[in-house]
């Protein structure tokens, strides 16, 4: 007699891992949405944040992690803004939403690698070097490693930021319900791999820099107070016309300042005077154009403007 399958109820059927266009857009919103507080912040208070130069990006750093973290965990039914429009959640493996602690851990692996691409840093040095080898090891090695591993693992789409929590990002509806997808070893340890050899050679890459002793013009120039950056360049105008006249060599001076507006005339005066102190540094430049770089940077959104100044050399000499 065959055995009676009633009162048996079917397996239930494992989640649906998002599709990776879908999660696209869902962090597009959710950039959209941050950057437009960022904005406001910085409209609010950028005269503030401005001083501390691209460390600003911090600042940033601060407004996204809480908002992943919390809107990423059972808190908010692991569902950011972009998210609940794209009807996806974040869950674990048996399909339930993520502790806030786990959440939080999963934006800051997440996060944390986009607002260091792009700090500056202090010109090398033995202080800076940890601070250094982390940017590197974030920007270079854990950023790259976490979009591999989203597209290779094709079955579970899951970044380094996802592996390091056992998170998935699954359709809404299918919340309670296991995940069975899985990345590969193979992935896993290629991401490994690349981790470990973008942080071994950070300090090989340190000791050439330290062993490169900077030009002493633009080193004086990046020590200026509230410069965080120099650059000099040279550029050639011609006038072609009936009365062609000899091409003028320009001297470009680019700094990026990061001040109050009351320095800003005294960090002109003693950037020109350092450059004209060295005529070995002028070339055949009869003008010099000097640009100051101004602006706040929150990472999720940014402001910059420039101002600058075109005088002949002489005239720079006799300026006050």
């Known amino acids: 007699m065959a055995a009676s399958s009633e009162g048996v109820a079917p397996p239930a059927a494992a989640a649906r891992v998002a599709p990776l266009e879908k999660r696209f857009v869902a962090a597009v919103v959710d950039v959209l949405l941050l950057g437009l507080v960022g904005s406001i912040l910085g409209m609010l208070v950028g005269e503030r944040i401005a001083p501390v130069g691209t460390a600003g990006r911090l600042w940033g750093l601060l407004l996204v992690v809480p908002y992943l973290g919390f809107f990423g965990s059972s808190a908010s039914g692991g569902q950011t803004f972009g998210k609940t429009l794209l009807k996806l959640r974040v ?7 993520l502790s806030l602690a786990r959440s939080t851990t999963r934006a800051l692996v997440l996060a944390t690698p986009w607002f260091f691409n792009g700090l500056r840093f202090p010109l090398p040095g033995a202080s800076v070097f940890l601070l250094v080898a982390a ?10 490693a976490g979009l591999g591993t989203l ?6 789409r899951q970044g380094v930021h996802d592996l390091v929590v056992g998170s998935f990002v699954v359709e809404a509806a299918d919340m ?10 193979a992935v896993k340890v290629g991401a490994a791999v690349w981790v470990s050899f973008v942080a071994v050679g950070v300090p090989f890459q340190f000791r050439a820099a330290m062993g490169r002793p ?11 107070p509230h410069v965080s950056s120099a650059g000099l360049g040279m550029s050639t105008v011609r006038h072609f016309g009936m009365g062609q006249s000899a091409p003028q060599h320009i001297l470009q001076l680019t700094l990026v300042y990061d001040g109050q507006d009351d320095g800003v005339a005294a960090t002109r005066r003693a950037a020109a005077d350092i450059v004209l102190a060295q005529p070995e540094g002028l070339g055949m430049a009869t003008q010099m154009q000097l640009t100051l770089v101004r602006g706040w940077d929150l990472g999720i959104s940014r402001w910059q403007y420039s101002e600058s100044e075109t005088k002949t050399l002489d005239a720079w000499r006799t300026s006050d």
Do not use: C, K, N, W
Request: proline content about 9%; glycine content about 10%; overall charge neutral.
């Open 91 to 97: 869950v674990d493996a048996s399909g339930q939403p």
């Open 176 to 185: 309670g319900r296991s995940v069975e997808a899985r990345t590969p070893r």
């Open 151 to 156: 597209l290779l693992g094709r079955e579970a």
């Open 214 to 224: 900077p030009d002493a013009m633009t080193e004086r120039l990046a020590h200026l």
């Open 135 to 144: 940017a590197s090891i974030l920007v270079y090695g854990v950023l790259p």
